[in-house]
């Protein structure tokens, strides 16, 4: 088996041999930037206008919805 290190960042990996070849291709981290560093996930599928990013325990996930908007904040909602 031959091991082989790369050391510089590429987006094309090529294998050119002329046995059947098995090639793994490992990253260290996750793909792309992490939302949280919790794991929490976004759910902003109720969004509306002025709505505002709350964390809501039960669901474990960060929510912008009609929940918590600019308005019913300063118009006396409970936070």
Known sequence: MTSVNITTTKNQVTVNEGDSTVVTIATQGTQGANF??????LDDSGK???SV???DQSAGKFKADATRT???LVDGGNF
């Open 48 to 50: 509306i206008d002025n």
């Open 53 to 55: 990013l709350y964390f």
């Open 36 to 41: 949280a560093i919790s794991g929490a996930t």
């Open 70 to 72: 600019v308005e019913n």
